[in-house]
């Protein structure tokens, strides 16, 4: 991803945010992450957070999707005598389709991004509106779209460690490079 990528997603994300009544400082704002998974396609494939807080008992995020954009299939494993990160998501603005392991719904309200469809494997559907919330537990295979509206996703967790973070799609870099501009 390009810098200028970068920066555009971050002043969109602090936008969204800045609608939704969360204010960010600029230190913060600098500090927003752009995680398009070395796809290519941060508006299919992507999602930009916030993280607050992150220590080695506890975590808490913003999550920011733009319409339709989403956060491809993946766990989190056990990290050494630690089970794995639970997290709750709850969701402050937008809507957002979670699935999870579970009994599949007859038909989603998702779009499975075209070129992933085989890295899709979960589809028993969540659906959180503003004020509803939901906990993934560790070891569960997940992923999320936000509605045609965009999302804001406010997620609390255990320890965060997104470099062990397993995805379904073997083409995913969770933290790729970041390219100069060309």
Same mark, same amino acid.
């Given at each position: 991803m390009k810098r200028s990528e970068i920066r555009e997603a971050q002043r969109r994300t602090a936008a969204?945010?800045?609608?939704? =009544? *969360?204010?960010?400082t600029q230190k913060e704002i600098e500090a927003i992450e752009v995680a398009g998974f070395g796809l290519g396609q941060l508006e299919v494939q =992507?999602?930009?957070l916030i993280t607050y807080v992150n220590t080695d008992r506890y975590c808490a995020k913003e999550l920011v999707m733009f319409p339709g954009q989403t956060c491809p299939e993946h766990l989190h494993p056990p990290v050494g005598g630690d089970p794995g990160k639970m997290e709750?998501? !709850?969701c402050r603005a937008g809507s957002v389709f979670l699935y999870v392991e579970g009994k599949p719904a007859p038909a989603i309200q998702a779009i499975v991004p075209a070129d992933g469809e085989p890295y899709y494997t979960v589809f028993h559907e969540i659906v959180l509106h503003p004020g509803e919330q939901y906990t993934i537990q @560790? =070891?569960?295979k997940h992923w999320f779209q936000a509605g045609a509206e965009g999302a804001v996703i406010s997620e609390f967790s255990s320890t965060s460690r997104d470099e062990f973070d397993i995805f379904t799609d @073997? !083409? *995913?870099? !969770?933290i790729p490079v970041i390219r100069e501009d060309e």
């Open positions: 969204f945010l800045h609608a939704g =009544g *969360i204010v960010l =992507g999602l930009q709750t998501f !709850r @560790p =070891g569960v @073997p !083409r *995913i870099e !969770r």
